[in-house]
């Protein structure tokens, strides 16, 4: 297994910190908001005073199934920071989320030093592509990309976030769809792909109310990936936020995607290091490469 950590002290001039995690709650710092919010994986106890945690500038609160951000007056509703070189807008939405997933930030460097050292023109297909953090990367190491997600804001979100970075001229096409439908008619039109990375939801909605359940359309999807691979495909990753399944159960599925290319698969989970040390689990991962 490996394991990739986001250290605090690597990104700590770059507009992120896990300051604290404890009682099921983090303490992060985006920028020079500071802010409290659920975090499942964190049973330990709390390293800092109470006292810090109240001075937080937001805090969410669980309200039932859902819940809300209570600001302190004077904290904008949406700001903007510089993370790993990259500029991203964020916003206090409903789920919790910002709109940045710092841990993420490890596949971004790795794809990176991936897409530079192949020495060819290499396409992308990102799907479940989010705010656009790891499209950047690979903007940014001089591939084309595909960015598509069934929801409009995040694909909104993630082409300011790529002008906002001084990419704007990169051959990126941004597309809101269901995943599912768009492979589909990619197969039938013969168009292939160096690089495909998927981070899908457990449950989720399509653009037209398309549902999906990772239990059921996870692995045959992944099937049907295969069809999309070009003659000399480079890598793969499959990432889960709050999955059902193990890195080890990522990692056989995506082998469905990827077996007779030859390469290495490799799985495990992605931690963020606070600022005292200890390591708080951030999601799941599976990734192969030749």
């Known amino acids: 297994m490996e394991t990739l950590i986001l250290s605090a002290d690597t990104y700590h001039n770059s507009g992120y910190e896990l300051l604290d995690s404890g009682n099921e709650e ?6 020079n908001i500071i802010m409290s919010r659920p975090d499942p994986q964190a049973i330990w106890k709390k390293s800092l005073l109470e006292d810090e945690w109240k001075n937080a500038d937001a805090k969410y609160i669980r309200e039932g199934s859902t819940g809300k951000w209570e600001l302190k007056e004077g904290i904008p509703e949406t700001w903007q920071i510089k993370f790993a ?12 989320h910002l709109g940045l997933f710092p841990e993420q930030s490890a596949h971004w460097k790795w794809l990176e030093e991936k897409i530079k050292s192949s020495g060819r023109e290499i396409s ?3 799907l479940f592509a989010y705010t656009g953090g790891v499209t950047m990367a690979c903007a940014h190491a001089g591939a084309s990309v ?18 906002d970075s001084g990419l704007g001229d990169k051959p990126v096409r941004f597309i809101v769809d269901d995943v599912r439908k768009f492979v589909e008619r990619e197969i039938k039109r013969g168009n292939k792909y160096d690089v495909i990375l998927l981070d899908p939801p457990v449950y989720g909605k399509g653009a037209n109310d398309e549902v999906w359940k990772i239990e059921e359309d996870l692995l045959p999807f992944l ?16 990432n889960g936020y709050s999955s059902i399944y ?3 159960t990522y990692k056989q599925m995506l082998g469905e995607s990827v077996d007779n290319l030859g390469g290495e698969i490799q799985s495990g989970e992605l931690l963020i290091r606070e600022n005292s ?5 951030s999601g799941i991962f599976a990734r192969w490469s030749k």
């Open 26 to 31: 983090k303490l992060e710092r985006y920028g």
């Open 223 to 238: 099937i049907r990936l295969k069809e999309l691979w070009s003659e000399n495909p480079l890598a793969m990753i499959l």
């Open 277 to 281: 040390g200890r390591l708080l689990p």
């Open 85 to 96: 070189d990259f500029v991203f807008n964020l916003k206090f939405l409903p789920s919790k």
């Open 246 to 248: 193990s890195h080890m």
């Open 146 to 163: 595909v960015h598509l997600d069934a929801s409009k804001f995040v694909v909104d979100a993630a082409h300011k976030n790529l002008d």
């Open 124 to 126: 992308v297909l990102n």
